[in-house]
């Protein structure tokens, strides 16, 4: 019997599976495994070893043969870098049993040795699979890509959630279940929307701003959480979204550093909306239920009294909840339904007492001494004795006037009376309450508008209701915003859900719309139902302390008191489990590396450590005391949160990115651009400085992400809009070359690797870089001979060892490689195809090869003069440095001259560099000294004004100097060194030529020369030529290191001594050698490079760097022509440490004007 098995593994890019097989019946010991698309698995053959040993090769590097007992000591399959590896062919199968398959018989072909089957063509159909028989034109194409027949069941049961934590002895997950729209989505957004504020601050908020600005603010923020409703619904319906709501959401749409950003505001949040159900439950328990517990006295003669109250009662409450928690989420889950309930039922309460209650009551009366409204008093008279009588008219000493002329002035000038507190729909207040009463602190509640009323007038407040909290639109926006929010517990429950694509947006929507009505209506009806003074009663004192919605509640005020305190306490529980969950889950995604501590669970899988962080968090906030204090801190992240997830859909649907497919249809980007200006308008208006930090604390974890955080890539939006903008910025460069102005060095860096593919000169990566102090475009570049589809892995590794290289130098660009069967070919290929559009390299760094000498083959100097001709043609300009392992590094700083020899005009190149290089610290205090070359016929004095007259107009600091180069007869030691390097060069013409005669260089003639065996070649031939009393052994020599020769040529030059006929024809050549006459070009370009290596010597020995023009390569391709151009660099540039040979690609790159 055969058994069908697969191993599936999740990453960011969806599921991976890999299939393999074993035979049940008659085990033999042949397991097939997959193979991965690195080196193809083999079969191991376990032998019926005595010891049970088992050895499976396969992934990666092409498998384990039977009885290696490196690899394993047991069955095992392995993956090979999360990808899907082949699949074979029926009857073969692994691990988890998806199916069994009958047996059917099953012959091997036999094999010959070379390989090839020795079946014939003709075969039994019978013994064929379907595969084998209808598909074997995609035999090969299954070897290493996997049937859909085996995918299909995974690609539609892929789950993407976020892994719980799990432990070594945690017990395997129940099944998920398979909620609805009703009860995985619409209640629980309508218990997380319906909140405290409702309960407690919603009638207030009608007082104050009045009916009109109320419906206005609930409308406006409704509207704010409708809007992002239908954003959120199109991004949880293009793909699964799992536990952490907007988090998850933003992260994988913006990127992981706004991800990360939003989500740590969004557990910032939720953590404070802890705190305010924590403060909202001990307000409705001590305030309205249990007011005799106050610790700190009567708490309605002082509000900080209360305050304090509240933060006792809030740290015991918020530990208590904590202790709850950290216990286990199967309480809390339990208790969500109770505070479902009691939600319902007290709303249900509410509107059906409204409506029982549309005459009004009597049961509640007011008390109002003129036009303010008083606390409640037994009697609510100014007869003497009785309680108005006894607080008005009170003495210093304790006893109490009997004469009212004694008492307060206003109590002596007013009248007291009784107002009906329930004034019901049917009596007509509606239009009177439209009106808002907006005041600051410490003003008297009054019926009027009378500053008399409502000014204390520095006179004693007595029993009279004050304003606790200074009121305006925008205040009471943000204290009644958190009552819209809650509208991401949907989605995230998505992994509970039988159909989240279609519950989702359904759920969401209709929550939102549902609670948007029961506010709006409410409201309305609330306008209606109570008078004005009872509204702006925040705490219900003129009414013996009652809760005015409770008041009016049917059949009884315990009903709306208990219902809303249980209901506060599941919502605050609710916000302790989500809370640490979305930490942990920012955790876990290693985005910020400071909170990898708190991804660990503990052994019941509950965040422990991410909880004690919450618990801290929200006593903070309990400290603050006040919800109207706390609410606001609270809107500003919430809005942050939905103004980023508005953001998200807006920029998916403008980039079109062909991952944007979401199942909701009914969006569109602009209602997506209404919603964000809505939560930023909201912000501004609550508190723009709340709005400015939560900005700024946004902005602090986004740069931090971006420079410490770990490197996500989940094809987020950010992604899409730098590529819509880099598309957009091409084209626009596209349009024309850049202006003298705009132009900056673009650099392409041709790097030379070494044999184990890393960069020869680093070094040239640090000279990049200090030239473009971290601004422009670099490209690092090597080729490497080959061919491509035989060279990719090398290819590879030689990007990523470029790669390190530029990130150890701090190089911000890119890197590549090419494979080309020739180096100069990959080279020119590289330079004309290098870049896209107005991004293209303008200048090249390119090597010198500093062991030209030492080689007698030609390409060793071919190489480096191909590519300066293609680097001309290309008009880019080139750099080369000379001596780049003397260049300083990154961190070290160097003072003194930066030397320009300015020979020809190259466009202001060399200007432009000095200017670049001053810009990085290395270079900083380095200063500039420009020299150029007169001659005898110019005016060197009027050449050093101009010079600084255009270096002022250049707005360029440097020292100027004009040389005079005087004429001068060529010196016999010019001519030797022009001799000297014509004579090498027909050496190495002839030593090329008679190469395969393993001609030894050694063996030229020089054996009758005492001193001369000592000397190197070339230096033997000057000595040959120059008399033995004019050129003494103190003068200047051209020295030259001892060739280096590799073993080939070793080995080829060992066996020349053998014969003794060749030393003769070795013996003529040399005196053809000696024959040789310098052209006299090249004794002309000679002069010219000594004359100006000695007064550059001369006057830079001691500079930092020096600058100079590179001349131009010799027109013909002809080995000698090209071996003296080397030479006279070499001789231009000698006696220099760092020289900089610098050649422009024929435009001017510096102007002075503005």
């Known amino acids: 019997m055969s058994e069908r098995f697969k191993v599936s593994s999740v990453g960011d890019g969806g599921p991976q599976t890999n299939y393999g097989s074993i035979d049940n019946d008659e085990f033999d010991g042949k397991v097939s495994t997959p193979t991965s698309p690195g080196g193809g698995g083999v079969v191991g053959d376990c032998g019926g070893d005595d010891d049970g040993d088992s050895l499976v090769g396969g992934g990666g590097g092409g498998g384990a043969a039977a009885g290696d007992q490196e690899t394993a000591a047991s069955l095992s399959f392995s993956l090979a870098n999360d990808r899907a590896v082949s699949p074979v062919l029926p009857g073969t199968i692994i691990t988890d049993t998806i199916g069994l398959i009958p047996d059917r018989p099953r012959t091997k072909s036999p094999k010959r040795k070379d390989g090839a089957d020795d079946k014939p063509f003709m075969v039994d159909m019978k013994e064929m699979s379907g595969y084998e028989k209808n598909l074997y034109l995609y035999s090969e194409e299954m070897a290493d890509r996997p049937r859909v027949s085996m995918m299909i069941n995974s690609l539609a049961n892929y789950n993407a959630t976020i892994p719980s934590a799990e432990e070594s002895d945690a017990k395997p997950s129940a099944p998920r279940a398979k909620l609805g729209t009703l009860m995985g989505v619409y209640l629980p957004c309508i218990q997380n929307i319906f909140g405290v504020i409702l309960f407690i601050r919603m009638p207030w908020i009608v007082g104050t701003a009045g009916g009109l600005l109320a419906f206005t603010i609930v409308f406006m923020c409704c509207c704010t959480t409708f809007l992002t409703g239908i954003s959120m619904s199109a991004i949880a319906t293009n793909g699964v979204v799992p536990a952490g709501g907007s988090y998850f959401m933003i992260s994988r749409s913006l990127g992981p550093e706004f991800g990360g950003a939003v989500g740590i505001l969004f557990y910032t949040a939720t953590t404070v909306a802890a705190a305010m159900y924590i403060i909202g439950a001990v307000e409705i328990f001590l305030t309205y239920m249990a007011p005799m517990l106050s610790i700190f006295g009567d708490f309605t003669k002082d509000p900080s009294i209360m305050y304090n109250n509240f933060r006792v009662y809030g740290t015991v409450l918020l530990w208590i909840m904590c202790t709850i928690v950290s216990i286990g989420v199967a309480f809390v889950s339990k208790f969500a339904a109770i505070a479902l309930a009691c939600v319902i039922g007290s709303i249900i309460a509410i509107l059906i007492g409204i409506f029982y209650n549309i005459g009004g009551t009597e049961k509640l009366q007011m008390c109002i001494l003129g036009a303010r409204l008083l606390s409640q008093v037994d009697n609510c008279t100014k007869e003497p004795g009785y309680d108005l009588w006894s607080i008005y008219c009170a003495k210093e000493n304790n006893t109490v006037a009997q004469n009212i002329s004694e008492c307060d002035p206003y109590f002596q000038t007013h009248e007291v009376s009784l107002r009906q507190a329930i004034v019901g729909l049917a009596s007509g207040e509606f239009t009177s309450n439209l009106g808002s009463h907006f005041m600051e602190e410490g003003k008297i509640i009054a019926a009027t508008d009378d500053p008399d009323d409502y000014e204390s007038l520095n006179n004693p407040t007595y029993n009279q209701i004050l304003i606790d909290i200074t009121t305006s639109f925008t205040v009471l926006v943000g204290i009644f915003f958190p009552s819209c929010t809650g509208i991401m517990a949907g989605s995230n429950r998505s992994g509970d859900l039988a159909d989240a694509q279609k519950s989702i947006p359904v759920g969401t929507l209709a929550a939102i719309i549902t609670t948007s009505v029961v506010y709006l209506s409410y409201l309305l009806l609330f306008t209606g139902s109570y008078d004005v003074l009872l509204m702006r009663d925040k705490f219900g004192y003129s009414v013996g302390g009652r809760l005015a919605i409770a008041a009016i509640s049917w059949p009884n005020e315990w009903v709306i008191l208990v219902g809303s305190l249980l209901s506060t306490v599941g919502a605050g529980l609710q916000s302790l489990t989500g809370a640490p969950r979305l930490m942990q889950a920012i955790s876990k995604d290693g985005i910020i590396p400071f909170l990898l501590p708190f991804a660990k669970s503990s052994a019941r899988g509950e965040p422990l450590r991410a909880l004690l962080v919450t618990g801290c968090i929200c006593q903070l906030a309990i400290l603050i005391g006040n919800l109207d204090y706390i609410a606001p801190i609270l809107s500003m992240f919430f809005l942050m949160c939905y103004g980023f997830v508005n953001l998200a859909c807006a920029l998916q649907t403008l980039l079109r990115t062909p991952n944007w497919r979401p199942r ?307 010196q016999t030691y010019t001519y030797e060194r022009t001799l000297m390097m014509e004579q090498r060069t027909q050496m190495l013409k002839e030593l090329r030529l008679n190469r395969k005669e393993q001609l030894n260089i050694s063996e030229l003639g020089f054996e009758a020369a005492n001193i001369e065996d000592k000397l190197p070649l070339v230096q033997a031939i000057v000595d040959h030529h120059h008399p033995t009393g004019e050129h003494a052994a103190s003068k200047v020599r051209f020295k030259e290191e001892e060739p280096t020769l590799d073993s080939d040529a070793e080995a080829e030059m060992s066996g020349a001594s053998e014969d003794t006929e060749k030393k003769t024809s070795k013996n003529e050549s040399f005196k053809k050698l000696l024959t040789i006459k310098p052209d006299e070009a090249n004794v002309r370009r000679m002069h010219t490079a000594v004359k100006l290596n000695e007064v550059i010597v001369n006057k830079s020995h001691n500079a930092q760097l020096v600058i100079i023009n590179l001349p131009g390569p010799p027109k013909t391709s002809r080995p000698e022509s090209e071996s003296n151009y080397m030479e006279f660099l070499e001789v231009l540039t000698e006696g220099l440490e760092r020289v900089l040979m610098v050649r422009g690609g024929g435009r001017e790159v510096i102007t002075i004007y503005s």
């Open 664 to 970: 909701f249809k009914y969006y569109h980007w602009s209602l997506s651009f209404v919603g964000l200006s809505l939560c930023i308008t909201v912000m501004f208006m609550t508190s723009w400085y709340y709005a400015l930090l939560a900005m700024l604390i946004a902005g602090i974890i986004y740069k931090y992400i971006e420079f410490r955080g770990a490197e996500k890539e989940w094809g987020d939006g950010i992604r899409g809009l730098a590529l819509s903008a880099a598309r957009y910025s091409l084209l626009r460069l596209e349009e024309g070359p850049p202006h003298t102005k705009n132009w900056r060095p673009q650099i392409l860096i041709l790097a030379k690797l070494t044999k184990d593919l890393v960069p020869k000169y680093k070094k040239l990566f640090t000279f990049a870089s200090q030239l473009k102090a971290g601004k422009g475009l670099t490209i690092g570049v090597s080729v490497i001979e080959g061919e491509y589809s035989k060279s990719y892995g090398e290819s590879h590794a030689a990007k990523q060892s470029l790669r390190r290289a530029m990130n150890e130098e701090k190089v911000k660009g890119f890197v590549d490689t090419l494979i080309a069967k020739n180096i100069t070919e990959g080279i020119s290929h590289i330079i004309q195809t290098c870049g896209l559009g107005g991004m293209k390299p303008n200048t090249v760094i390119l090597g010198w090869p500093y062991g030209w000498r030492h080689s007698p083959d030609e390409r060793s100097w071919r190489v480096f003069l191909d590519t300066v001709r293609n680097v001309s043609a290309a008009k880019m300009a080139l750099l080369v440095p000379k001596g780049i392992n003397f260049y300083p590094d990154s961190m070290s700083k160097v003072s003194g001259t930066i030397d320009i020899w300015w020979i020809v005009h190259d466009g202001g190149l060399l200007m432009l560099l000095p200017f670049l290089l001053r810009q990085h610290k290395v270079w900083k205090n380095c200063k500039m000294r420009i020299f150029t070359v007169a001659q005898l016929e110019d005016n060197s004095i009027q050449m050093k004004k101009d010079l600084k007259t255009f270096l002022y107009h250049l707005r360029i600091d440097a020292e100027v100097d004009v040389v005079e180069l005087m004429d001068s007869d060529i």
